[in-house]
């Protein structure tokens, strides 16, 4: 069964409706969904399945207990080694849905690094995401790295330093380039 794992800027509130027709058509496909806790597109994400009557839906969290599940589905919950309440407790939650995902949904404000960071996750794993760019409201698709480097050729400078100092985005991406050149000389 496919799974695909859904996530996206704590900004942003609202799903745009090519969001909710892309999460519409998963229900119908019966596809599984994982889906983080956290408010924002996590939150927006849960109400939009809730409201579909989503039944194949497992919120994680770090820790025992979600800040938000919406529908009361099962809770994948994971053990963050990390302080409670830090980028890093909060990450475990993430990595685990990138592996346990076949390809991501996310919904991204050009400046979160924690959605950026799943779709590096994701690439890291050889899988596919299909990134909702809120500020040009259009769909990119992010499979290699030059997928990737043309999407982060939307972020502003300030933001691109964000990245830098928070997630290493430049040896990230250096990283990817040559796990992909290795495995496709």
Same mark, same amino acid.
């Not at 890093?88 to 993430?94: E, G, H, I, R, S």
């Not at 985005?169 to 380039?177: D, H, K, S």
């Given at each position: 069964?496919? &799974?695909?794992?859904? =996530?996206?800027?704590?900004?942003?509130?609202?799903?745009?409706?090519?969001?909710? =027709?892309?999460?519409?058509?998963?229900?119908?496909?019966?596809?599984?969904?994982?889906?983080?806790?956290?408010?924002?597109?996590? /939150?927006?994400?849960?109400?939009?399945?809730?409201?579909?009557?989503?039944?194949?839906? &497992?919120?994680?969290?770090?820790? $025992? /207990?979600?800040?938000?599940?919406?529908?009361?589905?099962?809770?994948?919950?994971?053990?963050?080694?990390?302080?409670?309440?830090?980028?890093?407790?909060?990450?475990?939650?993430?990595?685990?849905?990138?592996?346990?995902?076949?390809? #991501?949904?996310?919904?991204?404000?050009?400046?979160? /690094?924690? &959605?950026?960071?799943?779709?590096?996750?994701?690439?890291?794993?050889?899988? !596919? &995401?299909?990134?909702?760019?809120?500020?040009? !409201?259009?769909?990119?698709?992010? #499979?290699?790295?030059?997928?990737?480097? =043309?999407?982060?050729?939307?972020?502003?400078?300030?933001?691109?330093?964000?990245?830098?100092?928070?997630?290493?985005? /430049? $040896?990230?991406?250096?990283?990817?380039?040559? $796990?992909?050149?290795?495995?496709?000389?």
């Amino acid at each position: 069964m496919t &799974t695909v794992f859904i =996530a996206g800027s704590i900004g942003i509130k609202r799903l745009d409706l090519r969001v909710k =027709a892309r999460i519409e058509r998963m229900v119908e496909q019966s596809l599984d969904i994982v889906v983080g806790d956290a408010d924002g597109v996590d /939150t927006a994400a849960q109400h939009h399945l809730h409201t579909l009557g989503a039944t194949r839906v &497992t919120v994680y969290c770090a820790g $025992e /207990t979600p800040r938000n599940n919406l529908g009361d589905w099962p809770v994948g919950p994971v053990e963050s080694p990390h302080a409670p309440g830090t980028r890093a407790f909060f990450a475990a939650k993430d990595r685990r849905m990138a592996e346990l995902a076949d390809y #991501g949904l996310m919904v991204w404000d050009s400046r979160s /690094t924690g &959605t950026l960071s799943n779709v590096l996750e994701l690439l890291g794993r050889r899988k !596919k &995401t299909v990134v909702f760019v809120h500020k040009l !409201k259009a769909f990119r698709t992010v #499979g290699d790295v030059d997928q990737l480097e =043309a999407l982060v050729a939307s972020m502003s400078e300030a933001a691109r330093r964000q990245a830098q100092d928070k997630i290493k985005l /430049t $040896e990230r991406l250096l990283g990817l380039r040559h $796990e992909q050149q290795r495995m496709f000389p």
